[in-house]
């Protein structure tokens, strides 16, 4: 299961190259998903509602459960410079969260099948098809990504997954590949050392995620 993160991880890793190479070029890909614009006026993940019943001494009682609702204060902002920056963290957040979830999808789908797997080479034998398939779909996904998109992406990742990347690459593909991707991370200014600090560092995009998720933004 871990090996698979650190495969995924390994393709956000090219995110940073990809990213930079793309804007220098200008690159010319045809639509994808990833290509329609983010909409600031209406939520990434549709709000749910769950319809139920529990039994109370003896009685059928039926209720509701709704997402999470989290009310904070209204932000504010010394400049219009603050606001637009503020306004660019929104719409990345709702750009690559879904990116972020649809990784842990795959890991969760992909463990519980290779525990089906009778022996250790067939186990090997789909494990090497996820790598390809991951490395297909999911490198040409990453070059569609800015820079800043794939810094979040990683850092959200790891929010998912609870480890950061080079940890993952380090104890799951090799400590010299780790090296290899983190000097090409810092190369462009990034790190894949960085871990998600949702009190302190990274409160703000924490923030923002916990309202995306529940359909508030």
């Not at 190259?17 to 998903?33: F, I, L, M, R, S």
């Not at 789909?126 to 979040?152: A, C, N």
Request: net charge positive; proline share 6%.
């Amino acid at each position: 299961m871990t090996r698979l993160v650190a495969i995924i991880i390994w393709v956000l890793a090219l995110a940073f190259p990809a990213a930079a190479a793309a804007q220098a070029g200008g690159g010319t890909d045809d639509a994808k998903p990833e290509d329609t614009p983010v909409d600031m006026d209406n939520p990434t993940f549709v709000p749910t509602v769950k319809v139920g019943k529990v039994l109370v001494d003896g009685d059928s009682l039926q209720y509701v459960e709704l997402n999470n609702v989290y009310v904070y204060p209204q932000p504010t902002f010394k400049n219009a410079k603050r606001r637009a920056a503020y306004n660019r963290l929104v719409a990345n957040v709702k750009k690559v969260l879904p990116i972020a979830k649809e990784v842990n999808k795959i890991i969760i789908e992909t463990y519980e099948y290779m525990q089906t797997l009778p022996n250790k080479k067939a186990r090997d034998e789909h494990m090497k098809r996820v790598e390809d398939d991951i490395k297909r779909r999911y490198t040409p996904r990453m070059k569609k990504l800015s820079y800043s998109q794939g810094k979040l992406l990683i850092k959200l990742v790891y929010r998912e997954c609870n480890s950061s990347a080079y940890d993952l690459i380090r104890a799951f593909i090799s400590p010299v590949r780790a090296g290899f991707y983190q000097a090409f991370a810092w190369a462009f200014g990034a790190s894949l050392m960085k871990k998600y600090d949702p009190e302190k560092t990274d409160r703000l995009t924490e923030r923002v995620v916990l309202m995306v998720e529940s359909g508030q933004l």
